[in-house]
């Protein structure tokens, strides 16, 4: 049995440091205090105005290659996970094969919103076990959302930011990788926090666009027990067919848009805290990026030794879930 293995790790941060002061006078009102307190973002990532996701995707891909000590033309596949592309059409992942030179690589973009990242690790690794013309695949979340950010919505601009991240797959006959994945939909909350004009339902040139729909919207406000209540089960999914303990798991990597939600998790396994790695401190909320740039920073900081399990788990609009089982 082929497995697939994590080879290279990478990930990129735009240069734009924005801190919470920032809202202060954008809004005219202290949400510096509110942010630190409740959601423990202090400072965030934003595109330069000539920036974008293929940016962002080129910077990660590039040093998650460089790390796994593999020339681009070695990758058969590219999979660009994404709901901020870099066109509607084609896909960011074309553009990215092209800037890389990976000439070899088929590619296609995913859009699960911020669960994008573990819903392309989770296909990334089904083509290698499946395939043995595939031995390298590059995937990529990335994220761009101040593009798409309205400056008066508090609700919005003060958590969204951009970044990337990256791993290098590598097919091999090892026990271990990518063992167990899982993706789980609540469909009917499609239309309750997206970016609803652009694409066929509303064009954004028709002209009858109601205001600011071409930015992110919170419709409505999601059940604050949502994310607690499915990451939790689908952790226990991952343990039960895995035959292992909540306990064993060394490092959790989830959605980094509440921390309180990833704490709630984490006490209902019974875990320590800490066990979840956060970087939304400095980066902000960084959707489908967020996890594989938590992924990073935590091999940037020397904590990820072989043979440890390492879970993550990835929520976004939709709804869409996603999580993944690996042995580092």
């Not at 058969?76 to 994404?82: G, H, K, N, S």
């Not at 026990?175 to 339902?201: C, F, P």
Request: aromatic content about 10%.
């Amino acid at each position: 049995m082929r497995n697939a293995i994590i080879a290279g790790i990478g990930a990129y941060a735009p240069e734009r440091v924005v801190p919470n002061t920032y809202f202060n006078e954008l809004l005219g009102e202290d949400v510096d205090n509110w942010l630190r307190e409740n959601v423990q973002i202090y400072e965030r990532r934003w595109c330069a105005p000539d920036e974008s996701t293929a940016d962002l995707c080129e910077r990660a891909a590039r040093l998650a290659l460089e790390r796994a000590d593999l020339p681009a033309d070695a990758l058969d596949l590219i999979i660009v996970a994404t709901d901020t592309p870099e066109f509607i059409s084609p896909s960011t992942a074309s553009v990215l094969q092209d800037r890389l030179a990976a000439k070899n690589a088929g590619t296609f973009d995913v859009n699960t919103a911020c669960a994008g990242f573990v819903t392309a690790l989770d296909i990334g690794s089904k083509y290698l076990r499946a395939d043995e013309q595939y031995r390298y695949v590059l995937v990529v979340g990335a994220y761009a959302m101040s593009k798409y950010l309205n400056p008066k919505d508090k609700k919005t601009v003060t958590l969204f930011a951009d970044g990337a991240g990256a791993v290098v797959l590598q097919a091999a006959a090892e026990d271990r990788g990518v063992l167990a994945t899982k993706l789980v939909s609540e469909g009917q909350y499609n239309e309750w926090m997206g970016i609803y004009a652009g694409g066929a339902h509303k064009p954004v040139d028709t002209g009858v666009l109601e205001r600011h729909e071409h930015q992110l919207q919170f419709v409505r406000k999601f059940p604050k027990e949502l994310n607690p209540d499915i990451w939790t089960s689908m952790a226990l999914d991952l343990c039960s067919r895995l035959a292992i303990l909540p306990e064993e798991i060394a490092h959790f990597f989830i959605t980094q848009i509440n921390i309180h939600s990833i704490w709630e998790t984490m006490d209902r396994l019974g875990l320590p805290r800490d066990r979840a790695h956060t970087v939304m401190h400095y980066y902000g909320y960084t959707g489908s990026a967020c996890i594989p740039m938590a992924l990073n920073d935590a091999y940037e900081k020397g904590k990820l030794h072989p043979g440890q399990w390492l879970f993550f788990i990835g929520s976004g609009g939709g709804l869409a879930f996603a999580a993944a089982a690996v042995r580092f």
